[in-house]
């Protein structure tokens, strides 16, 4: 139940402040926008306000703004409709929903961070918290023991851990320190092929400070920055090197928010933003269907000096839209296969 509530929270947010930007910017540039929706399906709740039906539909998996004179054939708002806009009128439309998603990040890191705190790693060896079933728990390690020595490696910072633990595959000797007293326990390091090194399931302790508020904004625009910096980086990657692409869909996506929710409502929030990026990043890529490709379609508008003939448009969104089906499928079957090997 919790991993439905928090996957239903997350989704809600993230489409709300999406079609919230297309929403806005058509309004602002004079479009007649019909409906405003979030989900797809059988609408469960409706409403109408002047020209613009607002919908809760039943399947909270993304939403839309039905704006007149989205295809030029159809357009019954006249000089209101999207195709009589300019172009740069457009273009803000359709690129105002990955706009919020870059910004609502920041908002939330923002809240984070100036309500929660920010969480330093500390250099102390002092064990902040142990993986439960992993090497260390069995060995009896606990969150807060000190750690003196690896088989007689004295440890002065968590750095001598690492260092100790590195590349090791065979049973290690401990001595650690809990409530002033020395013990010994005997761990054997196991070897993460994501991370490439040898772990025992212990994390460092952390410190927390609570940064004022201009600090506070200005860490979580770095923050944002950062992510989108390293999103795009590793999307880089993925192109280059498509076989290592590990991609999740609804049901990956719904596991994890339930697993950051078992964690607290502020790691929630913290996916949520990780999340809200990368839906930014993605809806921005130049495939037809997504908002990209429709800002591609008008940039090549804006050269030609006239937009692309109907049987094109429908041609390419075709294929945008099959390109996204296969994808959502290779995801899924993803999904599924990790609920059943658990991997």
Known sequence: MLTIVAAVFVFFILVLVHELGHFATAKLTGMQVDEFAIGFGPKLWSTKRGETEYSVRAVPLGGFNDIAGMDPEENDAGKRGYCEKSIPARLLVISAGSLMNFILPVFLFFGIFYFSGVQNTSTAPVIG?????????????????????????????WQDIVDNLKDKDSSLNIVYERDGVQNETAVTPYYDKQL???????VASTTTEYPG??????????RTVAIIGAMIG?????????????????IGVAQMAGQ????????????????????????LLPVPALDGGHV??????AVRG??????????????????????????????IVRVFTGS
């Not at 060995?139 to 440890?155: E, R």
């Not at 490439?196 to 212990?202: A, C, T």
């Not at 508020?213 to 770095?222: P, Q, T, W, Y």
């Open 129 to 157: 918290q142990v993986v439960s079933g992993k090497a260390a728990d069995a060995a009896g390690l606990a969150a807060g023991d000190k750690i003196i020595s690896i088989d007689g490696n004295n440890v002065l910072v």
């Open 196 to 202: 490439k090194r040898s772990l025992v399931g212990i």
């Open 213 to 222: 508020l201009f600090e506070a904004a200005g860490l979580a625009v770095k």
């Open 234 to 250: 590793e999307l880089a990657r993925l192109i280059g090197e498509p076989s290592d692409a590990e991609l999740a869909g609804p």
């Open 260 to 283: 950051f929710a078992e964690r607290g409502f502020v790691p929630l929030l913290s996916f949520a933003a990780f999340l809200s990026l990368n839906l930014g990043i993605i809806n």
């Open 296 to 301: 591609v379609a008008l940039l090549v508008e």
């Open 306 to 335: 006239k937009p692309m003939s109907r049987n094109m448009m429908r041609y390419t969104q075709g294929f945008g839209i099959a390109l996204l089906v296969l994808l959502m499928l290779f995801a899924t079957k993803n999904d």
